[in-house]
């Protein structure tokens, strides 16, 4: 089902808003021209707090689709947020299946959507940026797709783990510059090490800015 425009700018104007008033929220980006481009993206971000797929779809210039657990459903402000921006509900024993994972992603992206991915796999639970799984890299080199590092901070202190209400911290978020390697690194086998250790020296390097 094709989802409604108006509905969706709606939601995204609204706690854009918040975020930047509430949150008093500050947006980077390293390569302005990615907002603007016809370039899909596999958009990987760092993940501290369920806040984090609000906080990316909001500010990314269009509509991203990405995997969530069916317990954020649960939660008025955020079921409403994150549907809106482009949530797919996943029950906690079909994200399990990491291949079935993986080929989800790969169908959204294929059919023409842009995709969001916490490549550590979880939330960190110390607001420390934890070590990368390689599904990213499976991914990217299976649709030949560029990656867009993008790291989030602050969100850990407004809405860590276990926390119900949002706290006023702020919070940065910044957009890198896109990953994008050539034909030969996505066919080779070690093409996905080539990946990773580039996402891993990205998302480094903008956890410093």
Known sequence: MKPNKIFYAFIKFIFSIALRIYNRCAVTWLDPAVKSSGQKYIVACNHCSNLDPVIVGCFFPRRL?????????RSWFLRNAILALGAVPVSRADNASAAGALRGFMRLYSEGSDVLIFPEGGRS??????????????????????????????SFDAMPPGAAFIK??????????????????????????????????????????
């Open 125 to 154: 639970l110390d607001g420390k940026l934890q070590p990368l799984e390689a599904g990213v890299a499976v991914i990217a080199a299976h649709e030949k797709a560029p990656i867009l590092p993008v790291y989030i901070s602050g």
């Open 168 to 209: 006023p911290s702020k919070i940065k978020i910044i957009f890198g510059k896109p990953l994008i390697y050539n034909e030969e690194v996505y066919k080779k086998r070690e093409g996905r090490d080539i990946i990773m250790k580039g996402l891993d020296a990205a998302f480094k390097e903008l956890e410093q800015i």
């Open 65 to 73: 689709r990405y995997f969530a657990k069916e317990e954020l459903f």
